[in-house]
């Protein structure tokens, strides 16, 4: 199991006992995934995802408590923002490519607590369940692969292609969400396509970093590795100058196309 560093790991800490003091035995697990999971964590780049899985429904009026009170947890001195979603167990159960949720916590942006009631769902959560199943960390109840279901592929594939065209339209909006130069969106744009090309590939799940390195061995264009190399510097936190637009847009079309095919 992946070790989580001290102050991120008290954090979560605070995360799962409030969990618990709220729901009580409505709390089925929580669930630890993204690259604080996987060994892929880089204060002031990365985020802390994590989800939860309750057995009922809430009214919106208790799932915007809990959110509130999960955005009042002060967030480590030493990095990290919480990218917190609730789900219902019987939402799980029935494929969705918009899985509806109970409150969204996010620290880094306004609103930091959204709630789920009435709203169409979030398709970035058909990426989450998958990632959790296959990375993620119980940090409380069952294994994750006890919780969240084998996912539908192709729903998995079409979510991912989403996502990547919302990096792209996005424009300096980029990095885990948060309002960064266009260095930033290209960096994520390049690591998040090598880590869909070796998923598509190879058909494992993981984080950005093990994508680049992935690509890095098996791809010879010289051009990618530059790609590569910019864009891991930049999520390292270190300065460096952008990634050519014209490189990361040709890269970009050809993960699309490679999406593409893979969708039939």
């Known amino acids: 199991m992946q070790e989580v560093p001290r102050d991120q790991q008290r954090y979560l800490d605070r995360v799962v006992s409030t969990l618990r003091d709220d729901l009580g035995p409505e709390l089925i697990g929580v669930y630890l995934h ?40 002060p967030t480590p001195g030493s990095g990290g923002d919480l990218e917190f979603t609730l789900i219902a167990q019987a939402t799980m ?3 969705s490519e918009a899985p509806a949720f109970e409150v969204h916590v996010s620290t880094h942006e306004e ?23 296959a990375r ?41 969400g948060h309002d960064l130069p266009e260095s930033a969106s290209m960096a994520y744009q390049v690591l998040n ?3 869909i090309l070796r998923y598509l590939v190879t058909g494992e799940l993981g984080s950005k970093a093990e994508g680049a390195a992935w690509l890095e061995r098996n791809h010879p264009n010289p051009d990618i590795h530059a790609l590569l190399e910019a864009a891991l510097t930049y999520q390292r936190g270190n300065a460096s100058d952008p990634p ?18 893979a969708e039939g």
């Open 34 to 73: 993204g690259s604080l999971a996987m060994g892929a964590f880089t204060p002031g780049r990365s985020d802390i995802d994590a989800l939860a899985v309750c057995t009922t429904r809430l009214s919106a009026e208790r799932s915007t408590q809990l959110g509130e009170a999960l955005a009042a947890i």
């Open 93 to 95: 159960r029935v494929p």
């Open 111 to 133: 609103p930091f607590v959204v709630d789920g009631h009435n709203r169409p769902g979030d398709e970035d959560l058909v990426i989450h369940f998958a990632m959790a199943r």
């Open 136 to 176: 993620g960390i119980s940090l409380y109840g069952p294994e994750p692969t006890e919780v969240f279901p084998e996912p539908d592929q192709a729903s998995l594939i079409r979510a991912l292609r989403g996502d990547l065209e919302w990096a792209r339209s996005s424009g300096a909006a980029g990095w885990e």
């Open 193 to 195: 396509g090598a880590r």
């Open 244 to 261: 050519d637009s014209r490189l990361v847009e040709a890269f970009v079309d050809r993960v699309e196309a490679t999406l593409r095919v």
